[in-house]
């Protein structure tokens, strides 16, 4: 049975690192005869433009039937005063929604060549490989009631932080099998010290512990983690956290590793259907001139062929030819420390040619 991929480019530079990841999955479809079924649609701001919505009806109905979805990034200053219900993001928020992507999976890697790219200190941020798992359709962004009351004195705003048992332990078990096929290690972060939803949480990992084993669970406070991160972050395998704490932490992660443009993503639900983006936005200020990374697009491809798309294999192949390509010396232009660089449109070929002579 064919597997559907839907490739959604969206905007600025969106356009240009999905064109490379397209570059090299139709490689691989015509190299290893792959039985994938590629279509690409307009989201976002693009979309907006041309059919007066940031996704159609038409694009989310492809999205709920495809595999796998390779969304490039969405969003610039062009679209910044639109309604909320018309901003190019809704693409994104609608998507993860509709389709229950409720476990984000984001890995934070250095290249030890690229040290020198990184704010930190190379001794500390040497061999760093951590995988962030953040629960993505629940807790404080979706908790109800939530609103901002300005018509009382005085005025003010409120949300909810909600989440229930099954939330838990489903993201909970997404990050304990992920432990298990990496370093065995798993910590937990809440702010257990002040809030309920905390507590609970970490009652509620805890007991899953028991079916865990060979994995050693630790929990931890989130402002204790974001410092930990800078500090001595090699003591991380992978972290399991809630919508809001992980959503920073995975940042602050993110920027160990010296260049946005590295860092890959993955959003899945309970059926391994998944939708499969790099860490960055669109840049608007680097859009169209052939200097972004596409790394970020190709190694989120190599996340989708090993979580949607049954090809453990080819996501290993990828993986290899990245880490090729950073110690030939191969550079773009956020990872360069001299003048030179190569361009985007180049990148992908460069992989391509790794990846055929093995
Ligand atoms: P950004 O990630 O787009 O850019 C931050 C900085 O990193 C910029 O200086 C940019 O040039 C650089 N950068 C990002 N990706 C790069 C790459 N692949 N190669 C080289 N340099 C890269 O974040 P921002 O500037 O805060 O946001 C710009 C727009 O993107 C906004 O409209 C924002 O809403 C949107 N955004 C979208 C997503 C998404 O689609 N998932 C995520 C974040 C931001």
Not at 43 to 68: F, H, M, Q, R
Not at 267 to 281: A, F, T, V
Request: hydrophobic share 40%; with cysteine.
């Amino acid at each position: 049975m064919s597997k559907k991929i839907l490739i959604t480019p969206g905007d600025g530079i969106g356009k240009e690192v999905t064109s490379s990841a397209k570059e090299v999955l139709d490689f691989l479809i015509s190299e290893y005869q792959l039985n994938f079924d590629v279509t690409q649609m307009d989201v976002g701001g693009t979309s907006y433009n041309k059919n007066g919505s940031p996704l159609t009806d038409d694009v989310l109905n492809i999205a709920k039937e495809s595999d796998a979805i390779l969304f490039g990034a969405v969003g610039g200053p062009e679209w910044d005063d639109l309604d909320w219900d018309s901003r190019p993001e809704q693409a994104l928020l609608i998507l993860r929604k509709e389709l229950g992507l409720f476990a984000n999976l984001r890995p934070a890697f250095l290249f030890n060549e690229l040290a020198s790219a990184s704010p930190i200190k190379n001794e500390i941020i040497k061999d760093l490989d951590i995988l962030i798992v953040r629960e993505l359709t629940g807790g404080i962004y979706f908790g109800e009631p939530r609103a901002i009351v300005s018509d009382e004195t005085p005025p003010y705003a409120f949300n909810t932080m909600i989440y229930n048992e099954d939330e838990i332990k489903r993201i909970a078990k997404v990050a304990f099998e992920s432990a298990k096929k990496r370093g065995g290690k798993l910590c937990s972060v809440e702010k257990a010290n002040v809030l309920e939803v905390s507590k609970f949480w970490r009652s509620v990992v805890s007991d899953m512990a028991k079916d865990y084993p060979e994995v050693e669970l630790s929990h931890q406070l989130a402002d204790n983690t974001a410092m930990q991160l800078v500090l001595n972050p090699n003591q991380f395998d992978v972290i399991v956290s809630s919508n809001l704490f992980g959503d920073i932490l995975s940042d602050i992660a993110a920027t160990l590793s010296g260049s946005i443009g590295m860092l890959p993503s993955a959003s899945l639900n309970s059926s391994s259907q998944g939708m499969y983006e790099p860490c960055h936005g669109s840049a608007p200020d680097i859009a169209g001139q052939d200097i972004a990374n596409p790394i970020a697009m190709i190694a989120s491809l190599a996340m989708a062929l090993r979580h949607s798309l049954d090809q453990q294999d080819l996501a290993d192949k990828i993986d290899n030819a990245i880490k090729s390509f950073i110690q030939q010396g191969h550079r773009t232009k956020d990872i360069s420390t001299t003048a030179d660089y190569i361009k985007t449109s180049e990148v992908a070929s460069i992989i391509i040619g790794i990846i055929k002579n093995g």
